[in-house]
């Protein structure tokens, strides 16, 4: 996709979006952003990006257009609202969707996109805050071939491992994939970190033998040093971890799969959130069985 005549609007500056916009101006393209507080698009603005003061109005000024949000209520607002992004935007124009949303609604975005003459893609992210600062996110899309390969140096300035998983939606059920193994993944780390302390280990030299074996995962060897240092900072929240597993057991119910694993965190993180934790990481988990 020629830089010259590519602009790309981003919508959505919060943990990740920020870095992830920061590498496209690094990578020499102009960039509109909008954020709901202007104040997190400062330093982008410093770098030279535009600001926008709508959804629409970026809509207007950009021919590539990538969204992460909160909420899959937010991207149905921002996608198919009066005053979004489909119909404000010209025809021709690229859709990224890199919230983790719904596999059904990104599916209606791209055949409204479509019936207009737009190209639409979903594809969610994993890596959180530090794949997102380090450019080295693994992105799932689903969408049509053509608008992925010319998209793909756009993605491939934020991410390493991007993968076209077949047609619309289809980069949302492969979240979900994701979501629920690194869900019993974070349990497991948990239980681990908790059994050491519990026999009087040192956790840390505890992680030095067992990461590196079969026993090995990013949730082990990324959040329990922080979890047993008292490190609960967020670098994925638990709010929007609670977002993602809502998406996931409505959708295998829609499918007729059982996940009992996913239905325990869910209910342990949802403990979490009325115990006034939402706003933490995900590796907070950790307090609801240091006892």
């Known amino acids: 996709m020629d830089k010259s005549t ?6 959505g500056l919060g943990v990740m979006g920020q870095s992830m916009a920061g590498h496209l101006i690094d990578g020499g393209y102009s960039l509109v952003v909008y954020n709901r507080t202007k104040e997190k698009a ?4 410093e770098k030279g990006a535009k600001w926008a003061d709508t959804v629409a109005d970026v809509a ?13 209520k937010d991207v149905e607002e921002v996608y198919l609202g009066a005053e979004g992004l489909i119909p404000n935007a010209k025809e021709g124009t690229y859709f990224i969707d890199m919230t983790t949303s719904s596999p059904s609604l990104a599916a209606r975005i791209y055949d409204e996109a479509k019936s207009r003459g737009m190209h639409s893609l979903d594809a ?19 969408g049509d071939q053509a608008a992925f390969d010319a998209v793909k140096p756009i993605f491939e300035l934020m991410g390493q491992n991007i993968v076209l998983q077949g047609a619309a939606g289809a980069g949302q059920h492969t979240k979900q994939c994701n979501q629920i193994a690194l869900a019993s993944t974070l349990m497991g780390a948990v239980e681990s970190m908790i059994y050491a302390k519990k026999a009087g280990l040192d956790p840390i030299r505890v992680l030095e033998s ?21 490190d609960f900072d967020p670098g994925f929240y638990i709010k929007h971890f609670i977002k993602d597993m809502v998406i996931g057991l409505e959708a295998a119910k829609e499918m007729g799969a059982e996940l009992p ?16 934790h939402e706003d933490l990481g995900t590796q907070a988990l950790y307090k609801l069985y240091d006892k």
């Open 6 to 11: 590519t602009t790309i609007g981003f919508i």
């Open 124 to 142: 969610p992210v994993s890596g959180g805050d530090i794949g997102a600062r380090e450019a080295r996110l693994s992105i799932m899309v689903g």
């Open 210 to 230: 067992i990461e590196t074996g079969a026993a090995g995962s990013w949730q082990l060897s990324n959040l329990a040093p922080k979890m047993t240092s008292g």
């Open 42 to 45: 400062n330093a982008l603005l």
């Open 60 to 72: 207007k000024q950009a021919n590539v257009i990538i969204t992460i949000v909160g909420y899959p």
């Open 261 to 276: 694993g996913l239905e325990l965190m869910k209910a342990n993180n949802d403990k979490l959130a009325e115990m006034g």
